[in-house]
Nanobody, 115 residues
């Protein structure tokens, strides 16, 4: 079975930072594109950031220069460093691993940015 387990969410004030972590099992992690999506209440799930198996990254325009995605293939882990968080970043953040037509999702972790 494939498992993606997120951690690191929480409540944070605007301008502060959080780091999300996702641990994967049940897949050959190094072969997958991995990353993060988010979904706010009443909105569709959207891409935040991904990193391919060759290390190429892709970011949503709204998080460029604030968020950094990285992967550690030795630990089967993908990280999302989020700096200068803003209220509009509040959402449930989902870890994703994809290869060809297969995509796997974690259960999500809540990030709330509020003063």
């Amino acid at each position: 079975h494939v498992h993606l387990v997120e951690s690191g969410g929480g409540l944070v004030q605007p301008g502060r930072s959080l780091r999300l972590s996702c641990a994967a099992s049940g897949i050959i992690f190094s072969l997958h594109t991995v990353g993060w999506y988010r979904q706010a209440p009443g909105k569709q799930r959207e891409l935040v950031a991904t990193v391919t198996n060759s290390g190429r990254t892709n970011y949503a325009d709204s998080v460029k220069d604030r968020f950094t995605v990285s992967r550690d293939n030795a630990k089967n882990t993908v990280l999302l460093q989020m700096n200068n968080l803003q209220p509009e970043d509040s959402a449930v953040y989902y870890c994703n691993a994809a290869r060809y037509d297969f995509a796997y999702w974690g259960q999500g972790t809540q990030v709330t940015v509020s003063s």
